[in-house]
C-alpha cells in the first residue's frame, strides 16, 4: 500500500464548481462567432484539456488562426466576466486540504487553466502561496500528456508511486496513468464516475469528503491502529 506525501489536484470540476460556467463561455463564444452550439456534454468532454486543444477539439473547421483567436478570446473574456464572482469551493474542500496540509501532505495543481487564470483565482482566494507547486497547460503540456505532473514530481522529489492525481475527466486519469501516478476520480465534476471508472483510479468518490475519509483511514492503517491524524 503505497504511503503518498503529494497530493495533486485538477482545479475546474475538482476543486471548484466552475462547469457551469466553463459550458455558458463556451457557448456564448459559439455564438459570437456564427458557429452551431456544441451540446452541454460535448463541452464536459473536453474540459481538462488546454483552452487552444478543447477549441480544436469542439471546431476542428476553425483552421484558420484569426478565427481561432476570436474564439479564444470571445471564450476567455465572458468566463472572466462570469467570474467576477469567483466561483465556489466544492463542500469540504477547503477543510479538507487544510487537513492534509497538517497531515503533512505536499499539495499541488495540475490544471488545464492558463497561468494568468490560475494566478487570478489563487489570487482571490489567498491561495497564492498555498500548494507547494502548480503547473498550468499553456506553461507546460495540455493533459493527458504527463510533462505536467513529471514537472510537479521532480518540483516536490517525489517519486511517482508516493504521488495521487486527483480528477474529474478522463484527461486526468490518463494523464495520471501515463506518468506512473495513481488516481483519484470524482464523480461531480465534468464527467460521471461511470466514464472514468474505465480507467483504473485507485478510488471513485461523489463527494471531496470521501477522499479526506479513505486517506485519514489509509493513514490509521499504515500505524497500525494508533488512531487517525489531526484534521
Known sequence: MPDYQLLIFDWDGTLVDSIGRIVEAMHFAADACGLMRCSDAQVKGIIGLGLPEAIRSLYPQLDEQERIERFRRCY????????????????GVAEALEAFRVAGYRLAVATGKGR???????????????????????????KPDPLML??????????????????????????????????????????????????????????????????????????????LYVG
Open 76 to 91: 476567455s473574456e465572458h468566463y472572466l466576466a462570469l467570474e467576477s464572482e469567483p466561483s465556489a469551493l466544492f463542500p
Open 116 to 142: 494568468n487564470g490560475l494566478r487570478r483565482v489563487l489570487e482571490q482566494r489567498g491561495w497564492l502561496n498555498y500548494f507547494d507547486t502548480t503547473r498550468c497547460a499553456d506553461e507546460s503540456a495540455s
Open 150 to 227: 513529471e514537472q510537479i514530481l521532480a518540483h516536490c522529489g517525489v517519486s511517482s508511486s508516493r504521488a495521487l492525481m486527483v480528477g474529474d475527466s478522463a484527461f486526468d486519469l490518463q494523464m495520471a496513468r501515463r506518468a506512473g501516478v495513481d488516481s483519484v476520480a470524482v464523480g461531480y465534476g465534468a464527467q460521471p464516475l461511470s466514464a472514468l471508472r474505465e480507467h483504473g483510479p485507485a478510488l471513485a468518490i461523489e463527494h471531496f469528503t470521501e477522499l479526506r475519509d479513505w486517506l485519514e483511514c489509509r493513514a490509521a492503517e499504515q500505524r497500525g491502529g494508533e488512531g
